[in-house]
């Protein structure tokens, strides 16, 4: 056949369809292989967040002004008469010199992240905070014209948040604002997380900082993939959660939660497990918070001090003042990096934490935390005219009771859902009981991982260590409360909640205030043999 027909042919469309050049097929299949990695890697084309319904915005207002009111009293009683005692007060002996370290750049060692101090450590440079050369040597010891009390306001400003925090965290996992709002007056009518939040140290910032990343995290897990609100949710979660770790090694359950529900997918999250992309964004972003704070821990602290003993040679041959300061041609010998100090300072913080294995008058515990067993004398000063100033640590008694029936309401649905759902008892409602199921199962795992650095350890542990656990198994309580099938019932539990905790709020007022009491006024508080 002449080539000219063959052609025309091919142009009319006549004889044999020609072969389609087998670079186009590679190139289809190349582009949906590169689609696919991009799809598992969670490489999308930006969304746009999707609209609130008129119900939700209604709700979003409910939950903010019910933060709110929680937020104003919580102001009012972390306030109230906040810079009593002027006196060092249990353990801001420690936190009150690290602050001072900080200040006049002496390098100090202390077995917990920097990150709690550094934030105590600004609020005083803030304040006016000027080293004269005070001594902290004793408990109750004056702190005179030394400025500390910026130091108790960034405690007690953070504190106050915790409630609203609570409040809002429990709405996220699905329960009702009456039912809400009594979890978020359980940290709000505690003492123990009352007095920790009015003085310099650093749980109250430990408790916010967890909360913040699990709340955070709720709301990431509901925003649909590849919008502005996700990325958001997911930069916050990440954030808090490296705020929290940085602050003391323990808070790394909540975070350590997370990322395992991040991972997998289960019961939280809308769309499944969190996006390759995603996870490798907020780990690197969670390391880097980390890792700055030891940076910025380091650029604060270039003399000698107290904590140079923790550091090999070669670094304290950098710190001015150390008697190896530039011996033997000190500086000719390259200085370790920063990389190998932060190594170097994590391990000796670990091996430290460790090796204490000193005890404590005021210790107690893990399991004595459940029931409210012992206390810890915080400070006991003569006010004059036969009274005293005291300041005693306990948790209130009703949401020790509370807690415990949340914590047991827990363990009680967890044995009891696989026989609910084996019988099909409930076959109308078995997507909610195992999302209720999911939701006291992470609860009641934070709760137990939160205690268990304190099983078994040889050093010394106080009631104080239970408030990260105590914030889950008020949420247990939450969740409990919100089974009750009767709305009045539950209504009237949560008043009588509520009520009680206030009741016992204002009972014990003396040892959260240091109001001048007389000694047998005092001593009838006591109402556990270990109350002493």
């Known amino acids: 056949m002449p080539t000219s027909t063959l052609r025309q042919r ?7 369809r020609p072969l389609k050049p087998k670079s186009s097929a590679r190139g289809r299949t190349s582009s949906g292989a590169a689609a696919a990695v991009l799809e598992v890697l969670g490489v999308r084309k930006l969304r746009g967040d999707p609209a609130r319904s ?31 005692p002027a006196k060092i007060v249990f353990d801001e002996w420690h936190f009150a010199a690290f ?3 900080y200040l006049s750049g002496k390098y100090l060692f202390d077995i917990h992240p920097p990150f ?50 609570m409040y809002l965290i429990a709405r996220a996992l699905g329960l009702d604002p009456l039912v809400s709002a009594t979890v978020g007056a359980m940290p709000l009518l505690d003492m123990l997380l009352c007095i920790e939040s009015r003085l310099i140290l650093t749980d109250s910032q430990l408790v916010l900082y967890s909360q913040l990343a699990l709340l955070c ?10 919008t502005p609100k996700r990325y958001m949710w997911l930069t916050l979660t990440a954030v808090f959660g490296a705020c929290a770790v940085s602050t003391k090694w323990t808070a790394i359950v909540t975070p350590g939660l997370i990322a395992l529900v991040s991972l ?57 003042g150390s008697e190896y300061y530039r011996q033997n041609d000190a500086s000719k010998v390259a200085a370790p990096g920063f990389v190998e100090n932060f190594r170097y300072l994590n391990w000796e913080m670990l091996r430290a934490n460790s090796a204490i294995e000193m005890r404590h008058h005021w210790e107690s515990a893990w399991h004595e935390w459940l029931y409210n067993a012992r206390g810890i004398l915080y400070i006991d000063e003569d006010a004059g005219s036969g009274n005293r100033e005291m300041i005693y640590l306990i948790s209130n008694p009703v949401l020790t009771v509370v807690s415990g029936c949340g914590v047991l309401f827990g363990l009680s649905l967890l044995l009891a859902t696989p026989v609910i759902l084996w019988r099909g008892r409930m076959s109308g409602a078995l997507s909610a009981v195992r999302k209720r199921a999911g939701v006291v199962f992470v ?13 078994g350890v040889r050093r010394c542990t106080f009631l104080y260590h239970v408030l990260p656990a105590l914030q889950l198994a008020s949420l247990l309580a939450g969740v409990a409360l919100q089974t009750v099938p009767s709305r009045r019932v539950r209504t009237a539990l949560c008043v009588a909640v509520v009520a009680a905790m206030a009741a016992a ?28």
């Open 10 to 16: 091919r142009k009319s469309g006549g004889g044999s």
């Open 264 to 320: 997998t997918g289960a019961i939280f999250p809308l769309e499944g497990p969190l996006d390759l992309l995603e996870m490798a964004y907020a780990g690197a972003l969670a390391i880097g918070i980390y890792m700055g704070t030891f940076w910025v821990h380091f650029r604060l602290l270039p003399l000698s001090g107290p904590g140079d003993a923790f550091m090999p040679i070669e670094f304290q041959q950098t710190l001015v």
């Open 54 to 84: 008129p119900d939700e915005r209604r709700a979003w207002r409910v939950d903010l002004l019910v933060a709110a009111m929680l937020l104003l009293v919580a102001l009012a009683t972390r306030f109230y008469r906040l810079a009593v």
């Open 505 to 532: 709020f204002w009972y014990w007022r003396a040892w959260t205030y240091a109001l001048e009491r007389s000694y047998d006024e005092l001593k009838a508080l006591r109402w556990m043999p270990r109350w002493d």
């Open 443 to 455: 609860l009641v795992s934070g709760w137990v991982l939160n205690l268990v650095p304190y099983i």
């Open 217 to 226: 995290a709720l709301y990431l897990w509901a925003t649909p993939k590849s």
């Open 116 to 165: 709690g101090k550094l934030t105590l450590s600004l609020a005083a440079k803030l304040g006016g905070y000027v080293n004269r050369n005070y001594t902290f040597n004793n408990l109750g010891q004056p702190y005179g014209d030394l400025v500390y009390y910026p130091q108790r306001v960034v405690s007690a400003s953070v504190g106050s948040l915790i409630p609203s925090v």
């Open 99 to 101: 602050v001072d370290n």
